[in-house]
């Protein structure tokens, strides 16, 4: 069974710090691997989305990668600001069907302090 | 674009209760799907639909009825609410797009329900 793991739980950094949120699965057979961001109270945005075949995605400051044979997914943060403070979850999709299927993480908690 | 919509924002029932959770999407999207939300459990996915008139369950169906007749709407029942359902729903909606992989998630945003 794939299980997805989201270590740390929480993270408080000062603005301007460059940060990394870690993602990690269980199972490597896998057809796209998705970051979300949630804001308290409100629904998830899709931030990034890394195909099975591809290494990363970039938009912004955000950096994406995945490394399907360690089952790991890193979300990097550039030049963090208070806006950036949110919930980040990421979700893999393990179905052929393409049925939207995800299995998610329990999230990061990010801070960022002005 | 309205995008994915949901109704209520947030219920609060009785234990045996029944209700129904609106979701619809403007998108012509496939691909809907129910998950709840619940603290350290991450989001689970309780039904799923792959076109009008098709459904399927998820990690998490009992308690939950879904249906299809539309592309743009997919409901969800709770037939006999009960605490164990406190949570927080989102409907979520995909293209199709097999062979690409590229089915970027949109997500409503959420309905709060107590069941006390």
């Known amino acids: 069974k794939q299980e997805v793991t989201q270590i740390p739980a929480a993270l408080s950094v000062p603005e301007g710090e460059n940060l990394v949120l870690n993602c990690s699965f269980t199972?490597?057979?896998?057809?796209?691997l998705q970051w979300f961001r949630q804001d308290p109270g409100k629904g998830l945005t899709s931030l990034l989305l890394?195909?099975?075949?591809?290494r990363e995605q970039t938009s912004g400051r955000l950096n994406a990668s995945l490394d399907k044979s360690s089952g790991r997914s890193t979300l990097y943060i550039a030049a963090s600001q208070p806006g950036d403070s949110a919930t980040y979850l990421c979700?893999?999709?393990?179905?052929?069907?393409?049925?939207?299927?995800?299995?998610f993480g329990q999230g990061t908690t990010l801070q960022v302090k002005p | 674009n309205a995008g994915v919509t949901q109704t209520p924002k947030f219920q609060v029932l009785k234990t045996g209760q029944s209700m129904t959770l609106q979701c619809a999407q403007d998108?012509?999207?496939?691909?809907m799907s129910w998950y709840r939300q619940d603290p350290g459990m991450g989001l689970r996915l309780i039904h799923y639909?792959?076109?009008?008139?098709?459904?399927d369950q998820g990690e998490v169906p009992n308690g939950y009825n879904v249906s299809r007749s539309t592309t743009e709407d997919f409901p969800l029942r709770l037939l006999s609410a009960a605490p164990s359902q406190t949570s927080v729903y989102f409907c979520?909606?995909?293209?199709?797009?097999?062979?690409?992989?590229?089915?970027?998630?949109?997500f409503g945003p959420g309905t709060r329900l107590t069941v006390l």
């Open positions: 979520a909606s995909s293209y199709s797009s097999l062979g690409t992989g590229a089915n970027t998630q949109y």
């Open positions: 199972d490597s057979a896998i057809y796209n």
């Open positions: 890394i195909q099975s075949s591809q």
């Open positions: 979700a893999v999709r393990t179905d052929s069907s393409n049925t939207g299927k995800l299995i």
């Open positions: 998108m012509n999207h496939e691909y």
């Open positions: 639909s792959v076109g009008a008139g098709i459904t």
